[in-house]
């Protein structure tokens, strides 16, 4: 039995002249939260479409594992095929109540009967809506739709989840629980696929990320091993106590020297002008350095030994969401540059 629960191959959708999705190789594997990430306009929606068989392919095919274990061709099942559960952007409702909306959504999947209503009140009290059960969901508001959006993705406890969007109109405290819940369906052994342009969101919860630009696949690989190509790395270190603003140039100039050996010798000016930043607002010490692991261990020795009695380090790390960001500027950049390049020829 294959691990792979979808596989798309060659996959193209083309709208007369425009090309939205342009022959994309992609696979997710049971259990894989995989993150689909790219511009306004790049494919992502195309594609959440195309496997949720709202559209039709071009060319090329969607394959699904089924039930019975083994990847067939999704345009040849015809009946819904219940182990998959959807998010589209924007999601648009039936005037009905809460209850009616999601009971209806429940028995389309087949549902068992005797645990819709159970299960409509478990995910209403989780997602703070139970009490709206009962109220037309014209009146909801936009964070509280797509709060909705989300249950009826997952009413019928699906083992393919795909989420278009999933944080569009959620308040900060929302988007937390939905990633905590997202968390809890990876635990289960769920296998996820969302697509958003929200990089934190998704460098929270994904353990892949596809990177989509003019409907074409650029990279897909962990944000671990997409970093290796990363031109420039940092890490941020966080102070107990803010510096002085009168050590400040003294203290920058000799963290320079002494950590000189690790650093970007080839920072890009865009990014920064020097190495070594401090950020009085956050107590923060930003280091663009070479990214290597010996690099980050004897940077950290240095600042503890070195710096002892100019400051405490209290927190160490290298943020994978401006890793990603990085990742995801650079990636793009250089695949507009190779674009434009092939146009000229």
């Not at 809460?98 to 549902?111: G, H, I, R």
């Not at 630009?213 to 966080?238: H, P, V, W």
Request: hydrophobic residues 40%; contains cysteine.
């Amino acid at each position: 039995m294959s691990s792979i629960v979808i596989k798309l191959e060659n996959l193209t959708k083309k709208f007369r002249n425009l090309t939205a999705v342009n022959n994309v190789n992609l696979e997710v594997h049971k259990g894989e939260t995989v993150g689909l990430v790219g511009p306004n306009g790049a494919g992502k929606t195309t594609t959440i479409k195309l496997i949720a068989k709202l559209l039709r392919p071009t060319s090329g095919r969607i394959l699904i594992n089924t039930n019975h274990g083994v990847l067939q061709d999704l345009s040849e099942i015809s009946r819904t095929i219940t182990q998959m559960g959807f998010l589209i952007d924007i999601p648009a409702f039936y005037d009905m109540t809460a209850y009616q909306l999601l009971k209806f959504y429940a028995k389309l999947q087949n549902y068992p009967k005797d645990k819709i209503d159970n299960r409509i009140n478990e995910l209403l009290d989780l997602f703070k809506l139970l009490e709206w059960k009962n109220e037309k969901v014209k009146t909801f508001s936009k964070g509280m739709r797509q709060k909705l959006g989300i249950i009826q993705a997952i009413i019928h406890e699906p083992e393919i989840i795909i989420l278009d969007e999933p944080q569009t109109g959620l308040d900060p405290k929302a988007r937390i629980n939905i990633r905590k819940y997202i968390r809890e369906l990876q635990k289960q052994g769920k296998t996820i696929f969302v697509a958003s342009h929200m990089l934190y969101e998704i460098s929270e919860v994904c353990d892949k990320i596809a990177l989509i630009n003019y409907g074409s696949i650029i990279a897909f690989d962990t944000i671990d091993n997409l970093e290796i190509g990363l031109k420039t790395k940092e890490l941020n270190c966080q102070l107990l106590d803010p510096i002085p603003l009168g050590n400040l140039g003294f203290l920058v100039d000799k963290l320079i020297e002494k950590l000189e050996p690790f650093l970007d010798q080839n920072l890009d000016p865009n990014i920064s002008k020097i190495p070594v930043i401090y950020n009085a607002k956050n107590q923060g010490i930003k280091i663009f350095y070479d990214g290597t692991k010996n690099s980050r261990g004897q940077i950290l020795k240095t600042l503890v030994k070195e710096f002892e009695s100019d400051f405490t380090v209290i927190s160490f790390t290298q943020p994978k969401t401006s890793q990603l960001e990085r990742i995801y500027s650079q990636l793009i950049t250089e695949n507009n540059t190779q674009i434009k390049t092939n146009k000229r020829r």
